[in-house]
């Protein structure tokens, strides 16, 4: 679920208003996907898809995805209400599938809950929802493989996987130490061939063994900013350094001192206090290397199936996604030398890691209360701004010069509403502002009181939201 990634975002929004925003002006919004023509901001498609995070709708407490007739009824409240697509989560935290894998274990019982003996998950899911001709994607939590919340998952059942592949991250007094160790989930280290070989393997079975419409890769980043600080790490800086720059001194580097000498935190978030000489390089060296990972998934997903969309689920706070390793962006837009958005983080050739051009769908999570940008004295005088609907939707543009079909996503559940009405006007002023439509986050929340902050069932206000 995106949960984890919508703290983060509340955590540094207000930090980040003033910094991170720009007063309203002209942008260029050309280019098209393909190296076409096209602004696909001009086309304004009505896509309704809804995310099925399946610990939440399989294995929670009022879970209806753990039956067949449930199902079939769920599919059929969504179908009448508008809804067009499902995003079916396929691989979870736990880095197990909710189908037999011949990469990793499948997760039938969780929580007391269980599947229904002897049905495909994934399958059945895919059936019904052609049966209402309902588009349907999958979704892989890419880098993730073990849920610390019970625990489960393949780095603590594999001594051998955990010693060699989670995550380093360093602690507050700059201590490195497994990530698991923190209690956060089990990310894996992006950077290392045996976990991207794993990845692919993965996506490449989903796109082969089920008839999707698409795949989207969730969590396919680095932790935080916080990671990856291992031993394999540092090796692949020095040689990506020695490589592109020809920094025949980066061997006697002091690791991590000259990428980050000391830490704090903010808001209950960990950041780097005072940065070492290396640090920027070293955001650059993380981006190229999801950048590189894209490129190798998009080409895996369309050696089995070509016409299968390769598509992201990421936070839309461009402004502090690099601290995650990624660079959504367009190639064609540089963060280095923009003189209307200033990103401090930035390095010459950061724009090189840009992978919109990889992709056939960008779902963006907008996941906040604020629509408009008048509606606060703090943004009334901007135009992008990364911690509102408008703001973030108008950023996006922006730096994806449009070359890719957007989906705007509102979190249903996690936010403090004031009222229904108002997640009526935020889905309503997605549909009509992104050229591929809307994802609405998570279907549980709208059939769940208890799983909303309204505690009401949101069925009439998603209806009205979609309703032309």
């Given at each position: 679920?995106k949960?984890?990634?919508y703290?983060?975002?509340v955590v540094?929004g207000?930090l980040l208003i003033?910094?991170?925003?720009c007063k309203?002006?002209?942008?260029?919004d050309?280019?098209?996907?393909?190296?076409?023509?096209?602004?696909?901001?001009t086309v304004?498609?009505?896509?309704?898809?809804v995310w099925?995070?399946?610990?939440?709708n399989?294995?929670?407490?009022?879970?209806?995805f753990?039956?067949?007739a449930?199902?079939r009824?769920?599919?059929?409240t969504l179908?009448n209400i508008?809804?067009t697509?499902?995003?079916i989560?396929?691989?979870?935290?736990s880095?197990?599938?909710?189908?037999p894998?011949a990469?990793?274990k499948q997760?039938?019982?969780?929580?007391?809950?269980?599947?229904?003996p002897?049905?495909?998950?994934v399958?059945?899911?895919i059936?019904?929802?052609?049966?209402?001709?309902?588009?349907?994607y999958a979704?892989?939590?890419?880098?993730?493989?073990?849920?610390?919340?019970?625990?489960?998952?393949?780095?603590y059942?594999?001594?051998?996987?955990?010693?060699?592949?989670?995550?380093?991250?360093?602690t507050?007094?700059?201590?490195?130490?497994?990530?698991t160790?923190?209690?956060?989930n089990?990310?894996?280290?992006p950077?290392?061939?045996?976990?991207?070989?794993?990845?692919?393997?993965i996506?490449?079975?989903?796109?082969?063994?089920y008839?999707?419409?698409?795949?989207?890769?969730d969590?396919?980043r680095y932790?935080?900013?916080?990671?990856?600080f291992?031993?394999?790490?540092?090796?692949e800086?020095?040689?990506?350094l020695?490589?592109?720059y020809?920094?025949?001194?980066?061997?006697?580097m002091?690791?991590p001192?000259d990428?980050v000498s000391?830490?704090?935190?903010?808001?209950g978030?960990?950041?780097?206090n005072?940065?070492?000489k290396?640090?920027?390089?070293?955001?650059l060296?993380?981006?190229t290397?999801?950048y590189?990972f894209?490129?190798?998934?998009?080409?895996?997903v369309?050696?089995?199936k070509?016409?299968?969309d390769f598509?992201v689920?990421?936070?839309?706070?461009y402004g502090?996604?690099y601290q995650?390793g990624?660079n959504?962006?367009?190639?064609d837009y540089d963060?280095?030398?923009?003189q209307?958005?200033?990103?401090?983080?930035?390095?010459?050739?950061?724009?090189?890691?840009?992978y919109?051009?990889?992709?056939d769908?960008?779902m963006?999570?907008?996941y906040f209360?604020?629509?408009m940008l008048?509606?606060?004295?703090a943004?009334a005088?901007?135009?992008?701004h990364?911690w509102?609907?408008e703001g973030?939707?108008n950023?996006i543009?922006?730096?994806t010069?449009?070359k890719v079909?957007?989906?705007?996503?509102i979190?249903?559940?996690?936010?403090?509403?004031?009222?229904?009405?108002?997640?009526t006007?935020?889905?309503?002023y997605i549909m009509?502002?992104?050229?591929g439509?809307?994802m609405?986050f998570?279907v549980?929340?709208m059939?769940i009181?208890?799983?909303n902050?309204?505690?009401?069932t949101?069925?009439?206000?998603v209806a009205?939201?979609?309703?032309k």
């Amino acid at each position: 679920m995106k949960r984890c990634t919508y703290i983060m975002a509340v955590v540094l929004g207000a930090l980040l208003i003033t910094t991170q925003a720009c007063k309203k002006g002209s942008s260029s919004d050309g280019g098209g996907i393909d190296g076409g023509e096209i602004n696909t901001d001009t086309v304004r498609k009505r896509n309704v898809i809804v995310w099925v995070d399946s610990k939440s709708n399989i294995f929670s407490t009022y879970g209806r995805f753990n039956d067949t007739a449930k199902i079939r009824l769920m599919m059929d409240t969504l179908k009448n209400i508008g809804v067009t697509g499902l995003v079916i989560d396929v691989k979870g935290s736990s880095g197990f599938t909710m189908y037999p894998s011949a990469y990793t274990k499948q997760l039938t019982t969780l929580n007391g809950k269980t599947v229904t003996p002897g049905v495909d998950y994934v399958e059945f899911m895919i059936a019904e929802a052609r049966k209402r001709s309902l588009k349907v994607y999958a979704s892989t939590v890419t880098f993730v493989e073990g849920d610390a919340s019970v625990p489960m998952g393949t780095v603590y059942d594999d001594a051998t996987f955990k010693s060699n592949y989670e995550s380093i991250v360093c602690t507050e007094t700059g201590s490195r130490i497994p990530i698991t160790n923190t209690g956060r989930n089990a990310f894996v280290n992006p950077a290392q061939p045996a976990v991207q070989t794993r990845a692919l393997n993965i996506v490449k079975e989903i796109v082969s063994k089920y008839n999707i419409d698409g795949i989207l890769l969730d969590y396919c980043r680095y932790a935080d900013i916080y990671a990856d600080f291992s031993d394999f790490s540092k090796t692949e800086f020095i040689k990506f350094l020695k490589e592109k720059y020809n920094d025949n001194d980066a061997s006697s580097m002091s690791f991590p001192g000259d990428i980050v000498s000391s830490w704090k935190v903010s808001s209950g978030a960990l950041l780097p206090n005072v940065t070492g000489k290396y640090y920027k390089k070293w955001l650059l060296y993380r981006s190229t290397v999801i950048y590189n990972f894209f490129k190798q998934a998009r080409a895996a997903v369309k050696s089995v199936k070509p016409g299968v969309d390769f598509g992201v689920y990421v936070g839309a706070w461009y402004g502090t996604y690099y601290q995650v390793g990624v660079n959504w962006a367009s190639q064609d837009y540089d963060p280095f030398n923009d003189q209307t958005i200033r990103f401090d983080w930035a390095y010459p050739g950061y724009n090189e890691t840009g992978y919109t051009e990889q992709l056939d769908v960008l779902m963006t999570g907008n996941y906040f209360t604020q629509i408009m940008l008048s509606e606060n004295s703090a943004t009334a005088n901007l135009k992008y701004h990364w911690w509102s609907i408008e703001g973030s939707l108008n950023g996006i543009k922006y730096v994806t010069k449009n070359k890719v079909p957007l989906y705007g996503s509102i979190d249903l559940g996690n936010l403090q509403w004031s009222s229904k009405s108002e997640i009526t006007r935020a889905i309503k002023y997605i549909m009509a502002n992104t050229s591929g439509g809307i994802m609405l986050f998570d279907v549980v929340h709208m059939y769940i009181p208890q799983n909303n902050y309204l505690k009401q069932t949101l069925w009439d206000a998603v209806a009205e939201g979609i309703k032309k």
